[in-house]
């Protein structure tokens, strides 16, 4: 078992920042952050493999966010440069051994889920 939270989130003009934290229960060999708005299906934004510390992250955030972590503290953050009103969502926090990195992207293959934080950005 594997708890996660998150944190961080918050509301902001377009062009702003903001750093989003998951902090887990324990280590994951792999940590994500996919997000959600309310009747569309959940997005990958990035992803983390502990050990290697190797990042993905998806087209739509590339350039403007950043996933990195903090081994010691079993901490992951997500921090967000350049925001637009389009990153308005839910962000969610998942973490699993996902091995095959061509699975990273589907939030199936996450087990660990965190409740969410709102990031809401304003033109």
């Known amino acids: 078992q594997v708890q996660l939270v998150e944190s961080g989130g918050g509301s902001v003009q377009a062009g702003g920042s903001l750093r989003l934290s998951c902090a887990a229960s324990?280590?994951?060999?792999?940590t994500a952050w996919f997000r959600q708005v309310p009747g569309k299906k959940r997005e990958w934004v990035a992803t983390?493999?502990?050990?290697?510390?190797?990042?993905y992250s998806s087209d739509s955030v590339k350039g403007r966010f950043t996933i990195s972590q903090d081994v010691a503290k079993n901490t992951i953050y997500l921090r967000m440069n350049s925001l637009k009103p389009e990153d308005t969502a839910v962000y969610y926090c998942?973490?699993?051994?996902?091995?095959?990195?061509?699975?990273?992207?589907?939030?199936?293959?996450?087990?660990?889920w965190g409740n969410g934080t709102q990031v809401t950005v304003s033109s």
């Open positions: 324990r280590p994951s060999y792999c």
């Open positions: 983390i493999y502990t050990t290697a510390g190797t990042t």
């Open positions: 998942a973490a699993d051994q996902v091995r095959n990195s061509a699975l990273i992207l589907d939030q199936y293959s996450y087990l660990y």
